[in-house]
């Protein structure tokens, strides 16, 4: 089982949720009105004057299996409006109740 946290641009909001519905995440957390910046070219998204964007996140466990389809949408998203913001991250998890 693989852990994949999620942090995008709050307009991929509906994007996010199909995507993991598309590829059987029936559970996961979701954070809303985050602030963040990119660690290569993103900019930052502080909801302030300067910055007003803000940022949205997602965490899910899926199955191992799951992993590649759902990075490669991410991924494709991202090609489509790198300005936007997009960054998934996966790790093990190990253990569940």
């Not at 954070?31 to 290569?40: A, K, L, M, N, P």
């Not at 910055?51 to 899910?60: D, F, K, Q, S």
């Not at 799951?66 to 936007?84: F, Q, S, W, Y």
Request: aromatic share 10%; with cysteine.
């Amino acid at each position: 089982m693989k852990a994949v946290f999620i942090a995008y641009n709050q307009a991929y909001y509906t994007e996010i949720v199909e995507l993991l519905e598309a590829n059987g995440c029936r559970g996961y957390t979701m954070w809303e009105d985050i602030q963040g910046r990119g660690s290569e070219t993103g900019e930052p998204h502080l909801g302030n004057h300067a910055w007003p964007t803000l940022n949205n996140a997602v965490l899910t466990f899926v199955d191992d299996g799951k992993v590649d389809a759902i990075l490669d949408g991410i991924r494709e998203k991202d090609a489509l409006t790198p300005e936007l913001g997009i960054k998934a991250f996966v790790w093990a998890a190990e253990r569940s109740l």
